[in-house]
Structures are given as structure tokens and as C-alpha cells.
């Protein structure tokens, strides 16, 4: 079974500063998916990126990087020139890749979530 | 507008009290799963369903039943509701596709509050 874990309960950061997020996995599988969520206040769960272990470049989205590191298991979540509305609970979580029929069902395992609140 | 539904989006209810949590989906998706979010613990995986009429238990399926006679809905049914099952829920979809990896599309969460 694969676990996830965000050992920072909390985080803050002041706006328009560098913020980075941990999580490390622990999976016996080659391949694999890993994901970044946010939950702003309004509860929505928002996709905000995604790797896939077998590359090995790390995944951008505009402010928003990870660096991967698959031996160590971890995938932290960067955030640049962070502003208020990225106040939020963040949420990693890893998705084992199926099969090619797609008859596979890759569970999504997320890790306990991280707080994280910009300050202006 | 592709999305996924639920109702009631907040609920306060007594222990013993069947109640059922609705969920839709109208991008075809032929996954779709249930959540329970608590404090410290994340989002933990209550049951799923991979087409119609197959549905298998996730991590934590006590007290809970679903059913999936049409693609698009995916019922969370309490028959008999206890304290600790107040939490926060989500349902979610995702199609079939070739090695996984697709996003999840969540609903917008019920609070379920059970007295």
C-alpha cells in the first residue's frame, strides 16, 4: 500500500515571496502519478499539477514547480511570487499508473494536507 | 458546464437516521468515488466504482453503502449514522483512460454533521 505524508501541518509566507511545500510517498511501484491539490476556503478541490515519475524533468505551471526526486521519494511543491488568493490548504497525493487497457484502477492516496496562509 | 454534483451540500442529522448523499456527473466518466475529509488526516477513499454496477471498497467503507445503476449518479448511503461519520465529503469522477493519471473532477463537498 502507498502512504503519503506532508509533515508541515502549516506554513506562511508573505506576499509576492517563495514558498515550498513537502511531501514524501512511500510505494514499492515504478510507476506512477503524483499530484498537487489546492482546497481554497470555498472547499473546492483544484488541480495544481502533476508529474509523472517516469520523467524525469519536473512539472511547471506558470508560479507553480515541483521537484521531483524519485529515489528519495519526495515531491515538494514551489511556489513563487505568492499572492493572497493562493491562501489555501494543499493537499499531495499519488496515483499508481494502470494498465494500457485502462481496466486498472488507480487509487488516489492523499497525504494529511498543509495549511498554507500568504500574508500581505 | 462539465462538473459534478452533490446534494445536500450541508446536512445536520440525528445518529440512526438513514441518509443519503447524492452525486452526478455529466462528463460520462465511467469512475467515480467517494471521499471523507477530517482534520490531520487528509481525504480518505470511501468506496468507488469503475462502470455500472461495479463498485469495490476503498479505505475506510464502514457504515457506508453506495450503488451505481447509471453512470452518472453514484449515491453515499448511511443506513444507520454514528458521530464519528460527521466529517466532510466529496465525491469525484474521472474517465477510463489508457495507464490512468487523469485529474479527479471533485463535486463541491457536503458537511455532514451527525448529532
Known amino acids: 500500500a502507498q502512504t503519503v505524508t506532508q509533515s508541515q501541518p502549516e506554513m506562511s509566507v508573505q506576499e509576492a515571496e517563495t514558498v515550498t511545500l513537502s511531501c514524501t510517498y512511500d510505494t514499492s511501484e515504478n510507476n506512477y502519478y503524483l499530484f498537487w491539490y489546492k482546497q481554497p476556503p470555498s472547499r473546492q478541490m483544484i488541480l495544481v499539477i502533476r508529474?509523472?515519475?517516469?520523467?524525469?524533468q519536473n512539472a511547471t505551471e506558470n508560479r507553480f514547480s515541483v521537484n521531483f526526486q524519485k529515489a528519495a521519494k519526495s515531491f515538494s511543491l514551489k511556489i513563487s511570487d505568492s499572492q493572497l488568493g493562493d491562501t489555501a490548504m494543499y493537499f499531495c497525493?499519488?496515483?499508481?499508473?494502470?494498465?494500457?487497457?485502462?481496466?486498472?484502477?488507480?487509487?488516489?492516496?492523499f497525504g494529511q494536507g498543509t495549511i498554507l496562509t500568504v500574508h500581505p | 458546464e462539465a462538473q459534478v454534483t452533490q446534494n445536500p451540500r450541508y446536512l445536520i442529522t440525528v445518529t440512526g437516521k438513514k441518509l443519503t448523499v447524492t452525486c452526478s456527473q455529466n462528463m460520462n466518466h465511467e469512475y467515480m468515488s467517494w471521499y471523507r475529509q477530517d482534520p490531520g488526516l487528509g481525504l480518505r477513499q470511501i468506496y468507488y466504482s469503475m462502470n455500472v454496477e461495479v463498485t469495490d471498497k476503498g479505505d475506510v467503507p464502514e457504515g457506508y453503502k453506495v450503488s451505481r445503476k447509471e453512470k452518472r449518479n453514484f449515491p453515499l448511503i448511511l443506513e444507520s449514522p454514528s458521530p464519528n461519520q460527521t466529517s466532510l465529503y466529496f465525491c469525484?469522477?474521472?474517465?477510463?483512460?489508457?495507464?490512468?493519471?487523469?485529474?479527479?473532477?471533485f463535486g463541491p463537498g457536503t458537511r455532514l454533521t451527525v448529532l
Open positions: 497525493a499519488f496515483m499508481k499508473r494502470g494498465n494500457a487497457g485502462g481496466t486498472s484502477y488507480g487509487k488516489l492516496t
Open positions: 469525484a469522477s474521472r474517465p477510463k483512460t489508457s495507464f490512468s493519471g487523469t485529474k479527479e473532477y
Open positions: 508529474q509523472e515519475a517516469y520523467k524525469q
